[in-house]
């Protein structure tokens, strides 16, 4: 744009809206990426004017970084998204701030970042007329790609239910900030229910056929493989149609369907083979799984027609599970992590632009810009930054460098240079940091030699800038350190509790779909946030083998909890239109009594307080079914039961034996 108008520097400040905005951009449905960019672009554009009204002081453009930086890093409780917009006000105010201007030209400066930001959204968002529910649909096709290994090749008890974290993402993209309306969009929350399901029938058949193999029924175990495999096949034609989108071959379904048919007369016919309860649950189950497949291609009849129906305008609005304002408020304390983080980041931020302006150093302010990127809560995480945007910064300065110098050219050649440059670093995503930086700082290089700066001298500034502000947010993370091993006991707890709820919401007959919907969500989100906090203490510089290993003893024993309690959620209907189980309702509330005793003692760092026994209850149950199997629709599901109840007793108990054990204060 400068260069169009005959003046390079007039597209500075649009310049800066645009990268910024290019930042804020992830995957997600249009309208969501609309508002998040738009967002980001609105917040760079007002901190732009602010910090062109306080830049002829260095004094008040201190004081303004020191604010907005604490803000910023406090933004962490609400997500990459907001603290992403965060960051974006900050470097646009920092980098303008270093270029003196008359407040006059505050509102023209703002209104040129904004215009950045708009035109970046303009293009990222070109295809959305075109191909409008393409990021639902490559989502959930994701999904059903997971399903179909799952099914092909079942892990067992011994690993969480699978495609977890997927499931979370998908239906944040559904039903999250921001989503679509219409036909089409009705028919992809369908087919997110009926992965829901599918992946509970996979688990509950997979278990069943653990147990078949050790009843010593080797071919009817392979059948019920052979089965899911076939299930697998359907799954892939499912997400392969989502892709195109287009409608799904009728023969896979046909072969999966004579697949299972095959394999559920087997096991209802095979009056030899020992273990009758477990061939008829298994059965079932199949039975189950057939349908739900059936229902889910569908539903792909609706999903697949994009962009060939109208779309109608809905009434509902988006929800927000979490309020924002109460999590940030119940951060404002001095034990909170993030407080200490928007601190640090604060007193960082504002004390090295502070040196810089009275060193007199030109583009100094990258040093802090580093800082503002790389420094995270956690010290593993700052590490890794500062390490992949040190190493991206050098390779993008080299190659950019070498390009300037090897390649005659004019300000033209400079301007492709400037196209190639910034779709590497869109391309890379901003969850790359390593290749955001190649893109990125080749990009600065590219420039600056617009501007007149040599691409030597602009290598020489940035790479020592870079480096010293990554090895400044290393430090910064020692001297002040938020170490993830303090916060890997609540991070369990909330886990245990998250499984207590959705056990609760499990057992009580009146849950409607939304709250089990709700649960499993929470559920899902909570085992995910344990394992990355495990991840990240397992990788810090200091004695945290204790709570990494209670972490793995928690996760490993939960597995075949979670499982189990899968298996009940699948067969819950004939239960609840049996009129229910006085047993199972008394061995369900002393395992929710169990799991919050667990749940207690990981947060305190204690042993487990006594609980009921589960063994008593289970048998109890176990005899209840037996001997009146009609009460919960049949055998089938008389034996599911049994054998769920009986793993969540073995899962509950080892769990409390272990912390027993290890007793490891938090």
Same mark, same amino acid.
């Given at each position: 744009?400068?260069?169009?108008?005959?003046?390079?520097?007039?597209?500075?400040?649009?310049?800066?809206?645009?990268?910024?905005?290019?930042?804020?951009?992830?995957?997600?449905?249009?309208?969501? !990426?609309?508002?998040?960019?738009?967002?980001?672009?609105?917040?760079?554009?007002?901190?732009?004017?602010?910090?062109?009204?306080?830049?002829?002081?260095?004094?008040?453009?201190?004081?303004?970084?020191?604010?907005?930086?604490?803000?910023?890093?406090?933004?962490?409780?609400?997500?990459?998204?907001?603290?992403?917009?965060?960051? *974006?006000?900050?470097?646009?105010?920092?980098?303008?701030?270093?270029?003196?201007?008359?407040?006059?030209?505050?509102?023209?400066?703002?209104?040129?970042?904004?215009?950045?930001?708009?035109?970046?959204?303009?293009?990222?968002?070109?295809?959305?007329?075109?191909?409008?529910?393409?990021?639902?649909?490559?989502?959930?096709?994701?999904?059903? !790609?997971?399903?179909?290994?799952?099914?092909?090749?079942?892990?067992?008890?011994?690993?969480?239910?699978?495609?977890?974290?997927?499931?979370?993402?998908?239906?944040?993209?559904?039903?999250?900030?921001?989503?679509?309306?219409?036909?089409?969009?009705?028919?992809?929350?369908?087919?997110?229910?009926?992965?829901?399901?599918?992946?509970?029938?996979?688990?509950?058949?997979?278990?069943?056929?653990?147990?078949?193999?050790?009843?010593?029924?080797?071919?009817?175990?392979?059948?019920?493989?052979?089965?899911?495999?076939?299930?697998?096949?359907?799954?892939?034609?499912? *997400?392969?149609?989502?892709?195109?989108?287009?409608?799904?071959?009728?023969?896979?379904?046909?072969?999966?369907?004579?697949?299972?048919?095959?394999?559920?007369?087997?096991?209802?016919?095979?009056?030899?083979?020992?273990?009758?309860?477990? !061939?008829?649950?298994?059965?079932?189950?199949?039975?189950?799984?057939?349908?739900?497949?059936?229902?889910?291609?569908?539903?792909?009849?609706?999903?697949?027609?994009?962009?060939?129906?109208?779309?109608?305008?809905?009434?509902?609005?988006?929800?927000?599970?979490?309020?924002?304002?109460?999590?940030?408020?119940?951060?404002?304390?001095?034990?909170?992590?993030?407080?200490?983080?928007?601190?640090?980041?604060?007193?960082?931020?504002?004390?090295?632009?502070?040196?810089?302006?009275?060193?007199?150093?030109?583009?100094?302010?990258?040093?802090?810009?580093?800082?503002?990127?790389?420094?995270?809560?956690?010290?593993?995480?700052?590490?890794?930054?500062?390490?992949?945007?040190?190493?991206?910064?050098?390779?993008?300065?080299?190659?950019?460098?070498?390009?300037?110098?090897?390649?005659?050219?004019?300000?033209?050649?400079?301007?492709?240079?400037?196209?190639?440059?910034?779709?590497?670093?869109?391309?890379?995503?901003?969850?790359?940091?390593?290749?955001?930086?190649?893109?990125?700082?080749?990009?600065?290089?590219?420039?600056?030699?617009?501007?007149?700066?040599?691409?030597?001298?602009?290598?020489?500034?940035?790479?020592?800038?870079?480096?010293?502000?990554?090895?400044?947010?290393?430090?910064?993370?020692?001297?002040?350190?938020?170490?993830?091993?303090?916060?890997?006991?609540?991070?369990?707890?909330?886990?245990?509790?998250?499984?207590?709820?959705?056990?609760?919401?499990?057992?009580?007959?009146?849950?409607?779909?939304?709250?089990?919907?709700?649960?499993?969500?929470?559920?899902?989100?909570?085992?995910?946030?344990?394992?990355?906090?495990?991840? !990240?203490?397992?990788?810090?510089?200091?004695?945290?083998?204790?709570?990494?290993?209670?972490?793995?003893?928690?996760?490993?024993?939960?597995?075949?909890?979670?499982?189990?309690?899968?298996?009940?959620?699948?067969?819950?209907?004939?239960?609840?239109?049996?009129?229910?189980?006085?047993?199972?309702?008394?061995?369900?509330?002393?395992?929710?009594?169990?799991?919050?005793?667990?749940?207690?003692?990981?947060?305190?760092?204690?042993?487990?307080?006594?609980?009921?026994?589960?063994?008593?209850?289970?048998?109890?149950?176990?005899?209840?079914?037996?001997?009146?199997?009609?009460?919960?629709?049949?055998?089938?599901?008389?034996?599911?039961?049994?054998?769920?109840?009986?793993?969540?007793?073995?899962?509950?108990?080892?769990?409390?034996?272990?912390?027993?054990?290890?007793?490891?204060?938090?």
């Amino acid at each position: 744009m400068g260069t169009i108008a005959g003046g390079a520097a007039l597209g500075l400040a649009t310049t800066i809206g645009a990268l910024q905005t290019g930042f804020a951009d992830r995957p997600g449905p249009y309208r969501l !990426r609309m508002l998040r960019m738009l967002g980001t672009g609105l917040a760079a554009a007002i901190t732009s004017g602010v910090a062109v009204v306080a830049s002829r002081s260095d004094a008040a453009s201190v004081l303004l970084l020191l604010v907005l930086a604490l803000g910023a890093g406090l933004l962490v409780t609400a997500g990459p998204s907001a603290t992403q917009v965060g960051i *974006a006000g900050v470097a646009a105010a920092l980098i303008l701030g270093h270029t003196p201007q008359p407040p006059s030209v505050a509102l023209h400066v703002a209104l040129l970042v904004f215009a950045g930001g708009a035109i970046q959204t303009v293009l990222a968002l070109a295809g959305w007329p075109l191909r409008r529910h393409q990021p639902e649909r490559a989502a959930l096709a994701k999904l059903y !790609r997971e399903l179909a290994g799952a099914a092909r090749s079942p892990r067992g008890a011994v690993a969480g239910p699978p495609a977890a974290d997927t499931l979370t993402a998908v239906r944040q993209t559904l039903y999250g900030l921001g989503h679509d309306h219409g036909p089409s969009v009705e028919a992809y929350r369908v087919l997110l229910d009926e992965a829901e399901r599918i992946r509970r029938e996979i688990v509950v058949v997979t278990a069943a056929t653990e147990r078949l193999s050790r009843d010593r029924n080797p071919i009817l175990a392979g059948l019920v493989r052979a089965a899911l495999g076939s299930a697998g096949d359907v799954l892939d034609e499912i *997400a392969a149609a989502l892709d195109v989108p287009r409608p799904v071959a009728d023969a896979v379904l046909e072969q999966a369907r004579a697949a299972v048919k095959h394999a559920i007369a087997r096991l209802e016919n095979s009056a030899e083979a020992p273990g009758e309860p477990t !061939r008829l649950a298994t059965a079932a189950r199949l039975r189950a799984l057939s349908g739900q497949l059936r229902a889910a291609v569908e539903s792909t009849r609706t999903g697949a027609s994009e962009g060939r129906r109208g779309e109608e305008r809905g009434t509902a609005t988006a929800r927000l599970l979490r309020d924002p304002v109460a999590i940030l408020r119940a951060n404002l304390t001095p034990d909170s992590a993030v407080l200490r983080h928007g601190v640090r980041i604060a007193l960082l931020v504002a004390a090295s632009d502070l040196v810089v302006r009275l060193m007199g150093l030109d583009r100094g302010y990258w040093v802090s810009l580093t800082i503002l990127v790389v420094l995270r809560p956690d010290f593993g995480a700052t590490l890794q930054r500062s390490v992949l945007r040190s190493v991206g910064t050098i390779v993008g300065l080299l190659v950019a460098t070498e390009l300037v110098h090897r390649v005659p050219g004019g300000d033209w050649w400079h301007v492709a240079l400037v196209a190639v440059f910034a779709f590497g670093m869109r391309f890379a995503g901003p969850g790359n940091v390593g290749l955001s930086a190649v893109g990125l700082s080749g990009l600065v290089v590219i420039l600056l030699a617009i501007q007149g700066v040599p691409p030597g001298e602009t290598f020489a500034s940035r790479a020592l800038a870079t480096l010293v502000g990554g090895g400044l947010a290393v430090l910064a993370a020692l001297a002040l350190p938020a170490w993830e091993r303090q916060f890997v006991p609540a991070r369990l707890a909330a886990l245990l509790a998250a499984y207590h709820d959705y056990l609760r919401a499990v057992a009580d007959p009146a849950t409607d779909r939304e709250s089990l919907d709700r649960a499993r969500a929470a559920s899902r989100l909570a085992r995910s946030n344990a394992q990355a906090s495990i991840d !990240r203490a397992r990788a810090e510089p200091v004695r945290g083998q204790a709570q990494v290993e209670l972490g793995q003893t928690v996760l490993a024993h939960t597995h075949r909890f979670v499982h189990a309690t899968l298996t009940l959620d699948a067969v819950r209907r004939p239960v609840r239109e049996g009129g229910g189980v006085p047993e199972l309702e008394a061995f369900l509330a002393a395992a929710g009594e169990a799991l919050e005793a667990i749940r207690v003692a990981v947060r305190d760092g204690a042993t487990p307080e006594p609980t009921p026994k589960l063994r008593p209850r289970q048998d109890a149950l176990a005899a209840a079914l037996t001997a009146d199997p009609d009460r919960v629709g049949g055998r089938a599901t008389a034996t599911t039961l049994v054998q769920a109840t009986d793993r969540i007793t073995n899962s509950l108990d080892t769990l409390a034996v272990e912390l027993r054990r290890q007793h490891v204060p938090a």
